[in-house]
């Protein structure tokens, strides 16, 4: 059986970290393979951070069409942070990779959705690519003295039979 949303967050993830442009110190979080890509239990504690989940599969008004919804969230630490101006950097180079594997994806193909799709076929074969929709963002908001934004993007797929 195919776990479609941990395809996603790896797919996401490595799409995210090898198109953005952050630095060295920001932690990438696939939510379901972090024991695969972090070997530093400090590091995946670790800030800036994007974090990656993405939510159980669901079906479209038709019935037929499956989406799995990834929150990507981008957090520092207020006391290193007070003016947001880090997260809202973190926050930017992720849209920015979002819209351009969406906008890619509705036209000319580009390095972003190709790598993407290398990657789901990796870890997901029998998955098919259908597209992407966003979601409701997530609010701005500091917690705990964590500063926190996130996109939500929707990947649509459906699933071969083995």
Excluded at 105 to 113: I, N, P, R, S
Aim: glycine share 8%; proline share 4%; aromatic share 10%.
């Amino acid at each position: 059986m195919t776990n479609a949303p941990k395809a996603f967050e790896l797919a996401i993830y490595e799409t995210i970290r090898d198109f953005v442009t952050v630095g060295d110190s920001v932690s990438f979080r696939p939510w379901q393979s972090l024991a695969a890509v972090v070997t530093d239990s400090d590091y995946a504690r670790h800030f800036p951070c994007i974090d990656i989940r993405c939510t159980p599969p669901s079906t479209d008004e038709n019935g037929v069409t499956k989406n799995c919804t990834a929150l990507i969230r981008c957090g520092t630490i207020e006391a290193d942070d007070l003016s947001h101006a880090d997260v809202t950097i973190l926050y930017e180079a992720v849209q920015g990779v979002c819209d351009t594997l969406y906008y890619q994806d509705q036209g000319t193909t580009g390095a972003e959705l190709t790598a993407f799709k290398a990657s789901l076929t990796a870890y997901a074969p029998l998955l098919t690519f259908g597209g992407f929709t966003f979601g409701d963002g997530m609010e701005p908001y500091e917690d705990e003295g964590i500063n926190t934004i996130g996109i939500t993007l929707a990947v649509n797929y459906s699933l071969e039979s083995a």
